[in-house]
């Protein structure tokens, strides 16, 4: 099993070594689809996925979730976060036994959710109804320093409630000068990029274990797409992810390595629990 390069005691020391390079964000993944953000002493995580509820779950069916990453840190060991995201409904992005453990230690925490999926989201966490910020695509939020917006995603397809509201979504999070888009689960849309480059991206955190029908799992963007996805919407830096958690639904980042260089995009692969300084981005053009 894969092991990662900082982990629960070591993993902490690196968060709060950093604490003091405020003039610069920072990025930890936590692996599948999982990062921690840090910026001036604030953590929002991205689509957390801390425990084995998934690799037990499935342990006697047809489809086991046999975990090649071990985990990186134990989530009621984090009782630092402000805000906290889920993207979507499925449980690798709304995990129960990871949230219900890092509410417990955050009582102040603020969830940010698909309003779509508020009764759900509600009734798998066991909180009052009016606890998840809700958001459809084309709204936003300002919490604890942070404007959230949503935009669609498409896990295979953009889905919506009866509303009308899209039940996956991506968000693009600003904080003072920077940008960070993670788009959850998603395939590329038509209009995806054009809707995108409304903003100035730093990073772009996307998915690259692409969609195999034998599966029997939604799929998502393939290493090709993701470097393409993040070029076409002139993101500084990619980042991928969604691979090394479970053996039946993953992906070589090498691949996705020839690929960005091809198109000509910044990227940076990263082992789970690594951390990553926006001290490494690329200076902005000026042209």
């Known amino acids: 099993m894969i092991r990662p390069v900082l982990q629960d005691e070591t993993f902490l020391e690196s968060v709060e070594r950093a604490k003091v390079h405020r003039d610069h964000f920072h990025l930890w993944w936590l692996g599948q689809s999982g990062f921690l953000l840090q910026w001036e002493g604030r953590h929002v995580l991205f689509d957390p996925y801390l425990s084995d509820s998934l690799t037990k779950k499935y342990a006697s069916t047809d489809k086991p979730h046999v975990r090649m990453t071990e985990r990186v840190i134990a989530p009621e060991k984090l009782n630092f976060?402000?805000?906290v995201?889920?993207?979507h409904n499925h449980t690798d992005h709304l995990d129960a036994e990871t949230l219900i453990p890092l509410m417990q230690r955050n009582p102040k925490l603020e969830i940010v959710i698909p309003e779509a999926?508020?009764?759900?989201?509600?009734?798998r966490l066991g909180t009052a109804a009016e606890l998840p910020i809700g958001?459809?695509?084309g709204q936003q939020v300002n919490v604890k320093g942070?404007?959230?917006?949503a935009v669609p995603s498409a896990h295979e397809t953009i889905e919506k409630d009866e509303g009308g509201r899209c039940k996956f979504l991506g968000y693009v999070v600003e904080f003072g000068p920077w940008t960070v888009y993670h788009c959850g689960d998603t395939v590329r849309y038509p209009g995806m990029a054009e809707t995108l480059r409304r903003w100035e991206i730093d990073v772009a955190l996307l998915p690259i274990n692409g969609a195999k029908p034998e599966r029997?799992?939604?799929g998502n963007l393939d290493a090709r797409e993701a470097a393409e996805l993040g070029a076409?919407?002139?993101?500084?830096c990619v980042i991928p992810c969604h691979?090394?958690?479970?053996?039946?639904?993953t992906a070589e980042p090498t691949e996705f390595i020839l690929h960005a260089r091809r198109v000509g995009v910044e990227h940076r692969i990263l082992l789970a629990g690594e951390r990553w300084s926006s001290r490494e981005l690329p200076t902005k053009s000026t042209a």
């Not at 942070?146 to 917006?149: A, L």
């Not at 691979?243 to 639904?249: D, L, S």
């Open 81 to 83: 976060i402000d805000v």
């Open 85 to 87: 995201t889920s993207s």
């Open 135 to 137: 958001l459809d695509a």
């Open 216 to 218: 029997r799992v939604a």
């Open 232 to 236: 076409d919407i002139r993101a500084r």
């Open 146 to 149: 942070f404007k959230i917006s």
């Open 243 to 249: 691979y090394e958690m479970f053996e039946f639904n």
């Open 117 to 123: 999926n508020r009764e759900f989201v509600t009734n």
